[in-house]
């Protein structure tokens, strides 16, 4: 990873692994799954850096970088999410993210906050930082970000809308987890999806 940032903490994201079946779950959240390209937002000093899930700046988003400096209140963040390109419908465009010129709207997709303000969010339970996420968009960056999409415990429901739907699937992620490496989040890949790419 580059030097930036420089005092916040590198975060090494979580990876869902595939699961074959959709499943319902009360302890479960099930998140719609965005198809663009995961990034690690960090808010130091007054400036917005993504980087990927390798540790790798995503300079080609330059231009959302220089929107959510602008637009995001000056405290220290660290947010896992979904850069998106979004037609009128709300759709994600992923072609269109590989294009210099975006037809969509360029969007950060959050869903989950694991630092603010000097203290470390990761040990909590994922229905808290979910929470805190929520509350923060709603009073902080309203306009700036979005939230993902989930539902709790109803993961086959939210599967076969994603399928009629044509997007590209689920993830599933436990509500009582903390966010560390052994974490263990699922990924339900629509297999006829339109879209596919990887």
Known sequence: MNAYPSELPVIDPVVPKKKVMAFND???LFELKYD???????????????MS?????LSQFGELERF????????????DGEVVSLDASGRP???????????GILTYMAFDML?????????LPLRKRREMLHRFVQKKAKGCIRTAFGVVGKGTRL??????????????????SAYM?????????NPDYSRKHH
């Open 53 to 57: 899930r390798s540790g790798k700046h």
């Open 93 to 103: 465009l992923f072609d269109d993210l590989r294009q210099k010129h975006h037809r």
């Open 68 to 79: 959510l400096t602008h637009c995001l209140p000056k405290q220290d963040l660290i947010l």
């Open 181 to 189: 490496k052994k974490t263990q989040w699922w990924k339900i890949l």
């Open 26 to 28: 009360p302890d479960w």
């Open 36 to 50: 663009g390209f995961r990034g690690v937002l960090y808010h130091e000093n007054g400036r917005v850096r993504l």
């Open 115 to 123: 630092w603010r303000n000097g203290k470390d969010l990761r040990p």
């Open 159 to 176: 599967f076969e809308s994603i399928v009629d739907n044509d997007l590209e699937g689920v993830v599933a992620k436990r509500l009582e």
